[in-house]
């Protein structure tokens, strides 16, 4: 590479000192030269870029934003050109690039609809007179809690108000029928000892009991898929990572949960964090894969304590390391805060955000799986998608399946906000219909309008989908999805001009501004429903065709998820006459 | 009907038509064997593919989206359609996004083909976001012109790991607010540029421009039906690349390289693309 070029300007001491706090306990990464598959060629898959997002955070959390004298001496540290360091730094929502005049705390208040409909505005009015510095935020993944707060810290800690004066007790608590929630509420989260009490680590001694190839197996067999949202079956994912040649592999735990109305991952790794580690060491040792990330969304301060200090304390009792459990095969986790953008959800933006690169996603072809995180094979999942997995382990597919559907075995999470009797996180067999889960959550609160099925990237269902047995297939078939879990309910009080136009600024506002379509598609697409918000007028048919066409562009030429799925819920909103037709 | 003849040819199927091409070709090489034109705009014959435009987008059979000719290998047996309701449906999209936030008027490739796929930019609600940025004159070699920009990246690929590796510019902020940047957008004398141009070479709407062309323009005195091209060799050291020498009244107006030429592949160095500056 090049001699780099760096500004004149220089850190400070205390920048020099967030810097070094991150980088000095860094070892090189485990990166070796890989053919290239993305832009931000090979010559930069070296060394020590992969700290750049955490001495970012540590200058932010230090200093209150990156500052040009940050800025550089955080890239001639790492070796990354300022530039790039600078487009990176600039791609998140949490990291300020501009001198913010004060070193006050700043208070993130949600924004999206379950929060909207708990009275946000009222609580960032009184927020704003007791003279808080108040962001406005996309979801923050506490919708069954709203309005929601997350405060970022300035030389404090991040906190989550809500988590403190919280006791907290699972709607179902008690419910034999539980199965990934079982030991959520019941557990000491804090304590190896605790989760050993109630089952854990079992389903570890028999999967190295069982041997890599029969876990596999059994995954396969169990039928279950993916509940990251794409619902892509776990045992083929597995498999390939596992074929793939060479020691250089990873496990990816994906908690990143930024789609609006989605808080199952929060709640699961907060009070049942040991699950998470002990099945992602099954994934480990099942696929060969010998480094474990977990990548956590940054506002979620203490699910990511709790994953650290369960990690630490499995590392002690020999559960991670050189020799996992006597099984004489390597495996270990290391956590990766992300900084606010939901599209590091997506697979290859976040492995692009650990790498030290903007969170961009990749084209596929090819699949993680063979060029995952630095371009190496690569098993990621969602930690509900990998909580079931001790259950299988230990009880066997069939046991498995006695619960769910043929084609949707198992249960299913589910976030359910809003407008509903107690909101929560639930979790039912597939195949429960929605009204019947609607009932499990208690008396409506008001006349039910519509409900969002999974997520901003879902679609609006009206009262007549009550019937809908939730599973993948009857789900498919209504040109719905459940997505991740996502049953955000509203009643006919609420404006849903107003949610819906929010949710189309929210595609606008997350779009990593990569491809042509997306991009410019999902800024359109926000003007056109702003300007149908403030006509008062039933949309005009030109306006449909447009707001259509602009669809069908991003559904086919976006390169990933979020573009395909921008339109989705606005045009069933449409379709559904939830807005379009004047007041 | 195969019009590549090579060792290890894969066969795959462009609107009907067999086609051979070299393994390791793409779907848009396979749609230039057959005699296909394909839109093309972050897509650089010298450039990795970072196949963000999506303007070269096809269908291919087996696919649920339409996937980028410009970066996806071509596998035997591949059955592609070009000209299909849903490929000219995005490629008009894609045309008519760009057109509605960002000045193409200096991008002729773009605009003949916006015009062939019938892109209509001002259906859309009057008054919307675009790139609104000034134009940055920081120097005497070339000028940055944002407005201009329909976010490439080639830009960025040039004076990366494509060619100078420079790393000078990066795409900066996210969704609509991306911006090809230095960081914090420090002029760029103060960046890491060392004005090789290679970033002027590939931009395809004229978003970077000579200085020359620049005051040119603004005098409305740029005339390329009057200039001439004049092939030589630089001069400034041993290694030879060729420059392409454009003249207007007797005046050098910009300076290139061949983009097939086995030393430059169209990027040159300071000395080379604006030495004639100082002449
Ligand atoms: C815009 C976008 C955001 C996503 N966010 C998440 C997320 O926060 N968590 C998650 O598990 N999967 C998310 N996904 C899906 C992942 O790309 C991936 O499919 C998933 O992590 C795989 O795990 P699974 O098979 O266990 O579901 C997202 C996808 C897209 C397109
Ligand atoms: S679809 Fe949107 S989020 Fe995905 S790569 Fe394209 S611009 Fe980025
Ligand atoms: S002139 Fe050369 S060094 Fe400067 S920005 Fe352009 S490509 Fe990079
Ligand atoms: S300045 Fe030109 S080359 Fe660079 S991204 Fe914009 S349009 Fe593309
Ligand atoms: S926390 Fe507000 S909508 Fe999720
Ligand atoms: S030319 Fe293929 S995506 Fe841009």
Redesign the interface.
């Known amino acids: 590479?090049?001699d780099?070029?760096f500004?004149e300007d220089q850190p400070t001491e205390a920048e020099r000192a967030a810097i070094d706090a991150i980088v000095s306990q860094a070892e090189a990464a485990t990166v070796v030269e890989t053919e290239?598959v993305v832009?931000?060629?090979?010559?930069?898959r070296r060394g020590l870029r992969h700290q750049l997002l955490p001495v970012l955070h540590s200058l932010q959390h230090e200093i209150g934003w990156i500052s040009?004298g940050g800025?550089?001496g955080a890239?001639e540290r790492l070796g990354v050109?300022?530039?790039?360091?600078?487009?990176v730094a600039?791609?998140y929502e949490l990291l300020r690039?501009t001198d913010p005049g004060h070193r006050d705390d700043v208070v993130h208040v949600c924004v999206d609809p379950a929060c909207a409909m708990a009275g946000n505005d009222d609580l960032q009015a009184s927020l704003e007179a007791d003279g808080a510095r108040v962001h406005a935020s996309p979801c923050l993944g506490q919708c069954e809690r709203a309005p929601a707060l997350f405060i970022q810290g300035v030389g404090r800690p991040d906190q989550v108000p809500a988590d403190d004066d919280e006791k907290f007790r699972l709607p179902q608590a008690g419910d034999p029928g539980l199965r990934v929630l079982r030991r959520v509420g019941v557990v000491d989260p804090t304590s190896l000892d605790s989760y050993r009490d109630h089952g854990g680590y079992e389903a570890l001694a028999a999967a190295i009991e069982m041997g890599p190839d029969a876990v596999i197996t059994a995954i396969s067999d169990s039928g279950l898929s993916g509940r990251g949202g794409a619902a892509f079956p776990t045992g083929i994912k597995w498999r390939a990572v596992a074929d793939e040649p060479g020691p250089d592999k990873h496990v990816v735990a994906n908690c990143d949960e930024s789609e609006p109305g989605t808080f199952k991952d929060r709640i699961v790794c907060e009070h049942d964090p040991f699950a998470v580690i002990e099945s992602m060491t099954i994934a480990g040792l099942a696929t060969g894969a010998p480094h474990g990330w977990i990548y956590i969304r940054g506002e979620y301060p203490r699910a990511t304590a709790r994953l650290e200090d369960a990690i630490a304390q499995a590392r002690a009792a020999g559960l991670l390391g050189d020799d996992v459990a006597g099984s004489g095969q390597r495996f270990d986790i290391e956590v990766r805060r992300g900084a606010g953008?939901y599209i590091c959800g997506e697979e290859t933006a976040l492995f692009n955000s650990i790498e030290g690169f903007?969170g961009e996603p990749r084209?596929k072809p090819p699949f993680p799986t063979t060029h995952g995180l630095f371009s190496q094979p690569t098993a990621i999942n969602n930690p509900e998608t990998l909580i079931n997995v001790l259950d299988i382990v230990i009880d066997g597919p069939d046991a498995y399946r006695s619960v769910g559907t043929e084609r949707s075995p198992g249960t299913r999470l589910f976030c359910l906000s809003g407008r509903v009797g107690v909101p929560g996180l639930y979790e039912v067999p597939f195949g429960t219909t929605l009204g019947e889960l609607l009932d499990v959550a208690g008396e409506p609160t008001g006349d039910l309008s519509a409900v969002l099925l999974g997520g901003a990237a879902g679609v609006f269902v009206g009262p007549d989908a009550l019937d809908m047995p939730l599973t993948l297939e009857d789900t498919r078939e209504a040109g719905a999805t459940l997505g991740s879990g996502v049953v955000m309910v509203f009643d006919d009080t609420v404006d849903m001009e107003a949610i819906v136009v929010r949710i189309a600024e929210f595609f606008?506002?997350?779009?990593?501004?990569?491809?042509?379509?997306c991009?410019?598609?999902?800024?359109?697409q926000h003007?056109?429903l702003?300007?149908l918000q403030s006509s008062r007028q039933p949309l005009a048919p030109?306006r449909a065709e447009?707001i259509d066409?602009?669809a069908?562009?991003m559904?086919?030429?976006?390169?990933c998820g979020l573009g395909?799925t921008a339109a989705s819920a606005v045009r069933s909103a449409l379709a559904l006459g939830l807005i379009g037709n004047s007041q | 009907m195969s019009s590549v003849i090579t060792e290890t040819a894969v066969t795959i199927q462009v609107d009907g038509q067999e086609v051979a091409v070299p393994e390791g070709a793409t779907i848009l090489d396979a749609c230039d064997a057959a005699g296909v034109e394909t839109p093309t705009i972050c897509y650089g014959p010298t450039l990795t593919p970072v196949n963000v435009c999506r303007v070269c987008v096809v269908e291919l059979d087996g696919s649920r989206a339409l996937v980028p000719s410009c970066s996806r290998p071509a596998e035997e047996g591949m059955v592609v359609h070009t000209d299909s309701e849903r490929v000219r449906h995005s490629r008009k999209m894609v045309l008519e996004f760009l057109a509605t936030g960002v000045d193409v008027s200096q991008a002729d490739e773009l605009g003949q083909w916006a015009e062939h796929y019938g892109a209509d930019p001002d259906r859309y609600v009057p008054g919307g976001e675009t790139m609104d940025e000034p134009v940055r004159v920081q120097d005497n070699l070339y000028i940055r012109d944002y407005d201009k920009c329909v976010l490439c990246y080639r830009c960025v690929e040039a004076c990366g790991d494509d060619a100078q590796h420079t790393y000078a510019i990066s795409v900066a902020g996210r969704g609509f607010g991306a911006r090809i940047s230095t960081e914090f957008d420090v002029t760029l004398p103060d960046s890491a540029c060392v004005y090789c141009g290679n970033c002027v070479a590939v931009c395809p709407t004229n978003a970077l421009q000579f200085k020359t062309e620049f005051d040119l323009r603004q005098a409305d005195d740029w005339r390329p039906e009057d200039q001439t091209v004049t092939q030589t060799v630089c001069s400034y050291c041993g290694v030879g690349c060729n420059l392409e020498l454009h003249v207007q009244d007797n005046q050098i107006v910009k300076c290139t390289s061949p983009d097939d030429h086995d030393v430059t592949k169209g990027n040159l160095c300071i000395k080379g693309r604006f030495g004639w500056n100082y002449v």
């Open positions: 590479m090049a780099l070029h500004g290239r832009r931000g060629g090979r010559s930069r040009p800025l550089n890239a050109p300022p530039a790039e360091a600078y487009g600039t791609f690039t953008a903007r084209n606008r506002d997350e779009s990593c501004g990569q491809c042509v379509p991009r410019v598609g999902t800024q359109r003007e056109v702003v300007e030109q447009l066409d602009m069908l562009a559904v086919d030429a976006s390169i395909h």
